[in-house]
């Protein structure tokens, strides 16, 4: 590639448009963010996960009866096999909830009667596998390490209030659990992003959804992506107080760190989503009777923002992990079972991301994803080296 003239690398892809896509749309300037045609604010404020789960998968907002039908059908699927949960018990209990959940995921596989046929009916039921085992997974996995019992999921709740009632063994309030499905739908599909591209990637290979979702979870984990919810929250814990936050940001800038949960590789304003999360943050922590990390979150998003621009002469925003830190830990969510928790969510944007790959009949028609690199090894000068032998060697 690039033999004659000189390389040009587009570092992390950033502008490349490598697939067309009907599922997502994310205007970077504007912040807009838009799932099948319908925009971020109107889906958090009035639908459900399960609706929002299956505008992703179907195209199309349920109407009642396929609501019915579709969230029955989630219920059902809900429980993980038994051999499972024995597996999940030999595990070493200090293993990180994103390591144990993107080993066990692939074995949700064994309750999937249909699992690799490979038609689309065959991928939207294995989704909805997916969909349901990632939760009961996550909370299976917390009462495990904590030496507790799982707790069979309870039909009478829905997704989202589930799976807290699983974590807890409580069912939440109504307004925990909106906001809780609120935070779902938040957090369901972002296009491109580095774990979807990741799916994608593999399904393009024409492995299977588990295959996908697995290594989608892999690529969730890192602190750059959704690795930054709870490194975000370590940030607040070890800011502390307010009165720490300037030493904080100068140590922070002047090292070459980062602020967690700034910047963003599209949005050139505040994430749409942060801007909903910060009054459910404030909101939760009135209900708990403690709005201490809202407020630090708030405070630091203001002087982290100020810093930054003084420093670099351009403005930073927020993304989506700044708030969404403060709302899960007024959940009482433990910390490292914050980016699980967006997975539980992602999960449904990556299902319907491997069957956009492998099934829709878009134009330019999907292909097995193989980017090139510019080859700069020098190890031998201009030449190919000589091999010699293990004796020669120095
Ligand atoms: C769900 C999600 O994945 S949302 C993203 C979650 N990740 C985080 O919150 C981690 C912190 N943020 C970041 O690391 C970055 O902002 C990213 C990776 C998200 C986006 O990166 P980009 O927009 O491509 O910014 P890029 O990495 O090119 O950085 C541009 C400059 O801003 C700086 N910068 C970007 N974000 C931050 C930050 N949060 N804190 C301090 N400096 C930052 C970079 O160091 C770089 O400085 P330089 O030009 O002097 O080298
Ligand atoms: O789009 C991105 O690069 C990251 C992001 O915000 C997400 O995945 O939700």
């Not at 958090?44 to 179907?58: Q, S």
């Not at 403005?315 to 989506?320: A, E, K, L, S, W």
Request: charged share 25%; net charge negative; proline share 6%.
């Amino acid at each position: 590639m690039n033999d004659e003239c000189t390389p040009v690398i587009n570092t992390g892809l950033r502008g490349v448009d490598v697939a067309s896509s009907k599922i997502c749309d994310v205007k970077g300037r504007e912040g807009k963010l838009i799932y099948r045609g319908y925009r971020i604010e109107d889906l958090a404020e009035n639908a459900t996960f399960e609706e929002v789960c299956y505008l992703l998968l179907h195209e199309r907002l349920p109407d009642e009866q396929a609501l019915a039908a579709f969230d029955n059908r989630l219920k059902q699927k809900r429980p993980i096999p038994e051999s499972i949960v024995t597996l999940l018990k030999t595990l070493p209990r200090s293993m990180t909830p994103m390591d144990m959940l993107q080993a066990a995921t692939p074995l949700l596989i064994q309750a999937d009667e249909n699992a690799g046929k490979q038609t689309p009916a065959d991928a939207q039921n294995s989704a909805e596998y997916l969909i349901s085992g990632l939760s009961t997974l996550i909370a299976a996995w917390d009462r495990v390490r904590n030496g507790r019992t799982p707790l069979a999921p309870d039909t009478s709740l829905g997704h989202a209030a589930n799976f807290l009632y699983m974590l807890t063994g409580e069912p939440p309030d109504p307004e925990t659990a909106a906001f809780f499905d609120a935070g779902l739908v938040l957090h369901a599909e972002h296009s491109f992003n580095a774990s979807t591209f990741t799916a994608r990637q593999v399904a393009s290979t024409k492995a299977h959804i588990y295959a996908a979702v697995a290594a989608a979870i892999g690529s969730l984990s890192g602190p750059l992506h959704g690795g930054a919810n709870v490194r975000v929250m370590e940030m607040l814990k070890e800011i502390g107080t307010p009165e720490n936050i300037n030493a904080y940001i100068d140590n922070i800038l002047d090292s070459g760190g980062l602020i967690m949960g700034l910047g963003h590789a599209v949005y050139q304003t505040d994430d749409p989503r942060a801007l909903i999360l910060a009054p459910m943050s404030q909101r939760m922590g009135e209900i708990i009777g403690d709005t201490r990390w809202y407020e630090l979150t708030k405070e630091l998003e203001i002087r982290g923002k100020q810093a930054f621009k003084k420093r670099k002469d351009r403005d930073i925003f927020c993304n989506v992990d700044f708030y969404s830190a403060s709302l899960f830990y007024a959940m009482g969510i433990p910390m490292d079972l914050f980016t699980p928790v967006f997975a539980l969510s992602r999960v449904s944007g990556w299902c319907a991301h491997v069957i956009e790959e492998q099934f829709a009949k878009a134009a330019p028609k999907p292909t097995l994803y193989r980017p090139g690199a510019t080859y700069v090894g020098d190890y031998c000068g201009p030449d190919e080296c000589r091999f010699v032998g293990i004796e020669e060697r120095k």
